[in-house]
Nanobody, 113 residues
Framework: QVQLVESGGGSVQAGGSLTLNCRNDGRIYGTKAMGWYRQAPGKQRELVAVITTRGETTYADSVKGRFTIFMNARNKVYLQMNSLKPEDTALYYC????????WGPGTQVTVSS
C-alpha cells in the first residue's frame, strides 16, 4: 500500500515558523501535483497550497505571503510556514495527485497566542 510520510508539525508561538515535509514511498507513478490541506476542529478540510510538477503553485488567500510550497524531485514536497497565527492551528494533510489522490495521515500544527 502506497504511503505518504509527513513530518515537521509541532507547537509554536504566534509569529514563529515551521516547515512541513512530505514524501511518498516512491510507488506513485505519474505524479501531477502535491500539496497540503488542513482541518481545524469543527471546520471543513481546506486547501492550503498545491504545486504541480511544472512548478505552478496555488495558495489559500489566508496563507499568501506567509507560506511557501516547493517540491524536490517528484516524491517530496515541503511547506515553509512563516508568521504563523493561532488560526493556522489544524491537522495538516499531505496529498499527491496521480492516477488517484493519495493522502497522508496528517501532522498537527498548533500555534499559541
Amino acid at each position: 500500500q502506497v504511503q505518504l510520510v509527513e513530518s515537521g508539525g509541532g507547537s509554536v508561538q504566534a509569529g514563529g515558523s515551521l516547515t512541513l515535509n512530505c514524501r511518498n514511498d516512491g510507488r506513485i507513478y505519474g505524479t501531477k501535483a502535491m500539496g497540503w490541506y488542513r482541518q481545524a476542529p469543527g471546520k471543513q478540510r481546506e486547501l492550503v497550497a498545491v504545486i504541480t510538477t511544472r512548478g505552478e503553485t496555488t495558495y489559500a488567500d489566508s496563507v499568501k505571503g506567509r507560506f511557501t510550497i516547493f517540491m524536490n524531485a517528484r516524491n517530496k514536497v515541503y511547506l515553509q510556514m512563516n508568521s504563523l497565527k493561532p488560526e493556522d492551528t489544524a491537522l495538516y494533510y499531505c496529498y499527491t495527485e496521480a492516477d488517484r489522490t493519495y493522502w497522508g495521515p496528517g501532522t498537527q500544527v498548533t500555534v499559541s497566542s
